[in-house]
């Protein structure tokens, strides 16, 4: 037994194995759900590698990195019937389309625009909190305005309410993430989830099709100048009526980027595979970003000693501290504990270990990350909240082959976003975050002093 084990009090694991088979997942998903850092220490000291009768928890570093980094063995196959049969590339493991696909997005989410983007979200921000009278609902109208706003400003997503661009992201988010076998929901509660989301993307295909043509018809015209004797000229006219525009110019955003960009034939990066990354583009930023924005404000202002930190950090003109502050407090409260996967065949993990596994093809894997995160092999000292601490070792954006798309845009967002609202006089909180029963926050109340915020 590891030093480490003679600090960790007994009873996790006495309970699951006293419980009845059917009994034992519920247990095991009670505590991670709710007292999730008390139960993963226990398991990293006791049984690294729990099984259960639904799936199986991997909760040391080296192990969750190892099924992290091997996805044709631990795959995203559970993705498939949540993402259309696998039109985007993140329910793909490791072949042509995926990292054809993720290689083009990352190019045109150019590293190079993040302080324009962090500008973007910092004015956003703060433009809604002036217009808020000092309350608000944080969840609705700041925590999924302000990516709402930066979807449609910086990746171009326009033309339509954001109030649609939220209600899209979270119906897929909630089905393809939050109603998986592992997730306790009664039946006739998943069946609503699986609706909400096959009545979302129906409305979000239609626009973005609709869209992406409409901005292909536009960006032809702009390459085509102004010659009048061309067909094209008329095109032009069409762009500035669709874009309702009197003069048709484009605005330099993610989605304009990618239809003025000419693609080989070989690639097969058509407008179809536009709308489809275009789409991804919007699922994968609102609800994750939100909910990792609002727990960050919640864990902070419950802890007065690393608020008032944080808010003198704020008020820095350099973002590093502040920043630092920020991603250790989501190893405490990350938007979730693990990331699963489904194994594609027999493997046997951690292999040559005392806690060696050997699982069985299409079982179901729980990679537990935050368990990770509080590794003495990743963090020393991991129970202490240590600012700056060394960032390749954080899961907050995932690993591997399917870490986020868009971490670098999060990189900026999640923190500026964080940091604006902390900048504003004596912010307090009307109740803890609301869920409604679910995994994504729906409610948080905040308010604050009405006079200028503080300078930051």
């Known amino acids: 037994m590891s030093a480490q084990a003679s600090t960790i009090p007994?009873?996790?694991?006495?309970?699951?194995?006293?419980?009845?088979?059917?009994?034992?997942?519920?247990?095991?998903?009670?505590?991670?759900?709710?007292?999730?850092?008390?139960?993963?220490k226990e398991l990293r000291a006791k049984r690294p590698i729990l099984v259960t009768p639904v799936c199986t928890l991997v909760t040391l570093y080296d192990d969750v990195i190892d099924v992290l980094n091997m996805p044709k063995i631990f795959t995203v196959a559970l993705y498939l019937p949540k993402m259309a049969g696998g039109i985007y590339f993140m329910a793909h493991d490791d072949d042509a389309l995926h990292t054809r696909e993720k290689s083009i997005m990352q190019a045109l989410l150019n590293r190079d625009d993040?302080?324009?983007?962090?500008?973007?979200?910092?004015?956003?921000?703060?433009?809604?909190?002036?217009?808020?009278?000092?309350?608000?609902?944080?969840?609705?109208?700041?925590?999924?305005?302000?990516?709402?706003?930066l979807v449609q400003d910086y990746f171009g997503l326009t033309g339509v309410d954001r109030e649609d661009l939220m209600d899209w992201s979270y119906c897929n988010q909630n089905n393809t993430f939050y109603n998986q076998p592992f997730d306790l929901?009664?039946?006739?509660?998943?069946?609503?989830?699986?609706?909400?989301?096959?009545?979302?993307?129906?409305?979000?295909?239609?626009?973005?099709?609709?869209?992406?043509?409409?901005?292909?018809?536009?960006?032809?015209?702009?390459?085509?100048?102004?010659?009048?004797?061309?067909?094209?000229?008329?095109?032009?006219?069409?762009a500035r009526k669709l874009l309702g525009k009197g003069d048709g110019k484009l605005e330099d955003n993610i989605v304009t980027r990618?239809?003025?960009?000419?693609?080989?034939?070989?690639?097969?990066?058509?407008?179809?595979?536009?709308?489809?990354?275009?789409?991804?583009?919007?699922?994968g930023t609102i609800e994750t970003t939100s909910q990792a924005?609002?727990?960050?404000?919640?864990?902070?202002?419950?802890?007065?000693?690393?608020?008032?930190?944080?808010?003198?950090?704020?008020?820095?003109?350099?973002?590093?501290?502040f920043d630092g502050i920020v991603w250790e407090a989501l190893r405490f409260v990350p938007i979730s504990p693990f990331m699963f996967r489904q194994t594609a065949g027999e493997y046997t993990i951690a292999k040559g270990t005392g806690h060696a596994t050997t699982v069985q093809p299409g079982s179901y894997i729980l990679a537990v990350t935050q368990s990770a995160m509080f590794d003495t092999k990743a963090f020393e000292n991991p129970d202490q909240f240590i600012p700056g601490r060394n960032w390749y070792h954080y899961f907050h954006f995932g690993f591997g082959s399917h870490e986020c798309l868009g971490k670098y845009i999060g990189m900026v967002m999640i923190p500026e976003m964080v940091r604006q609202m902390l900048l504003r006089p004596d912010l307090k909180a009307g109740g803890r975050i609301d869920y409604q029963g679910g995994h994504l926050p729906q409610k948080y109340e905040l308010a604050w002093s009405v006079t200028e915020p503080m300078k930051g």
């Open 10 to 40: 007994a009873g996790y694991l006495d309970r699951f194995d006293a419980a009845a088979p059917a009994d034992q997942f519920p247990l095991v998903r009670r505590w991670m759900d709710s007292e999730p850092l008390e139960f993963f």
């Open 258 to 283: 990618m239809v003025r960009t000419a693609y080989p034939g070989a690639v097969a990066f058509d407008i179809k595979r536009m709308a489809v990354n275009t789409g991804g583009l919007l699922i």
């Open 185 to 238: 929901i009664p039946d006739a509660k998943r069946k609503e989830i699986q609706d909400r989301q096959a009545e979302a993307s129906k409305k979000l295909g239609t626009y973005l099709a609709e869209m992406i043509l409409t901005r292909w018809i536009a960006v032809k015209a702009e390459q085509a100048g102004y010659l009048l004797l061309t067909p094209w000229y008329l095109l032009r006219l069409l």
């Open 114 to 149: 993040l302080p324009q983007v962090r500008a973007m979200v910092a004015k956003i921000a703060k433009d809604l909190l002036d217009a808020a009278g000092g309350h608000m609902d944080a969840i609705h109208d700041y925590c999924r305005m302000v990516p709402a706003t």
């Open 293 to 321: 924005v609002a727990q960050v404000i919640q864990y902070l202002l419950n802890d007065p000693e690393w608020l008032a930190k944080a808010v003198a950090a704020a008020k820095s003109d350099n973002p590093a501290a």
